[in-house]
């Protein structure tokens, strides 16, 4: 069993900054990529960034330059720092890792979600 805890969500105004957090936990052997989406209403989940557990990135266009993943392999933890925000920014962000548990099967987990709200 994986559990995923996420934490940093809340409101800001447009241009600031907001740190996520999420820590996988339980029967893990092995994690392997760990990302973050986001869900705006009334629209589909998307990818926003994703790293690898060597630590190559990979972000969606509209964040580049504004928003850093990061992660602690010791931890299993996996954060984002998001700057510069914009309202359109807004929506429930979800981490996603791919883990292995203790009989070294390989699963993908969600976290429950924290909602960011950027106001303008």
């Known amino acids: 069993q994986v559990q995923l805890v996420e934490s940093g969500g809340g409101l800001v105004q447009a241009g600031g900054s907001l740190r996520l957090s999420c820590a996988a936990s339980?029967?893990?052997?092995?994690?392997?990529?760990m990302g973050w989406y986001r869900q705006a209403p009334g629209k589909q989940r998307g990818v926003v960034a994703v790293?690898?557990?060597?630590?190559?990135?990979n972000y969606v266009d509209s964040v580049k330059g504004r928003f850093t993943i990061s992660r602690t392999n010791a931890k299993n933890t996996v954060y984002l720092e998001m700057n510069s925000l914009k309202p359109e920014d807004t929506a429930v962000y979800y981490c996603?890792?791919?883990?292995?548990?203790?009989?070294?099967?390989?699963?993908?987990?969600w976290g429950q979600g924290t909602q960011v709200t950027v106001s303008s």
């Open positions: 996603n890792v791919q883990a292995a548990n203790m009989a070294g099967k390989w699963n993908v987990h």
């Open positions: 339980g029967s893990i052997l092995r994690v392997n990529d």
């Open positions: 790293i690898s557990s060597g630590g190559s990135t």
